[in-house]
């Protein structure tokens, strides 16, 4: 089988300060580019036969400078809707809601446009994507016949969603897949089954 690779966007704002973004459509920092390019070393001498990006900026950047060509927007990747909490980080919640925890709780209800996205619907949204993709992951990688790994670029608490449901898990198990930003990550498979061959790289896991 294929492999799937799976990109969070780079630094911005909101992540570097730990805020909740999902709908919020802010652009990359500096560092955020800095990250995104840098993944193209990591990327070289891969063959890639599909490369679904989120539809915001913050993803379509990153899959730009980190030289992905032949993008497709995938609606289904944009991230967890926070709701209410949207802008909102954990410390400022757990001040009224000390034992809240995103990966069982969801969010607090928001306005009609973002009404916030328990952990089931999240992993809805994983499951098509996943569905949609699975006969190119079963299709193989030799390059030969159009075939090849599947690119995904998107944010931090989808793909963990999206990992755990890879890996046959319940979606609130993304909560043990740390993802930082500006990595890139590997699901292979091993006796036919999904693992994880490589998790959260970046050539800043591996400073000079």
Not at 1 to 10: K, N, P
Not at 46 to 57: A, G, K, M
Not at 86 to 112: C, F, K, Q
Request: no cysteine.
């Amino acid at each position: 089988m294929a492999d799937l690779l799976l990109i969070r966007h780079g630094e911005t704002e909101w992540s570097r300060s730990g805020q909740h973004t999902s709908f919020t459509d802010l652009p990359l920092t500096g560092r955020g580019e800095e990250q995104a390019v840098a993944l193209r070393p990591l990327l070289s001498g891969l063959t890639v036969v599909r490369t679904l990006v989120s539809p915001l900026q913050r993803a379509r950047r990153t899959a730009e400078l980190a030289g992905l060509g032949d993008v497709e927007i995938e609606p289904d990747l944009h991230e967890w809707d926070y709701g209410a909490y949207e802008g909102i980080s954990t410390a400022h919640i757990h001040r009224t809601r000390p034992d809240w925890d995103l990966w069982h709780d969801g969010v607090a209800p928001g306005p009609a446009e973002h009404p916030g996205e328990s952990p089931d619907q999240v992993g809805a949204r994983a499951d098509r994507v996943l569905a949609g993709i699975e006969p190119l992951l079963k299709a193989g990688k030799d390059g030969d016949d159009g075939t090849g790994d599947v690119v995904l670029v998107a944010h931090s608490h989808f793909l963990r969603v999206l990992t755990a449901r890879r890996l046959g898990l319940p979606a609130s198990d993304g909560a043990l897949f740390r993802l930082d930003t500006g990595t890139i990550s590997r699901i292979g498979t091993e006796h036919g089954r999904p693992a994880i061959v490589a998790w959260n790289v970046s050539s800043e896991s591996f400073p000079g």
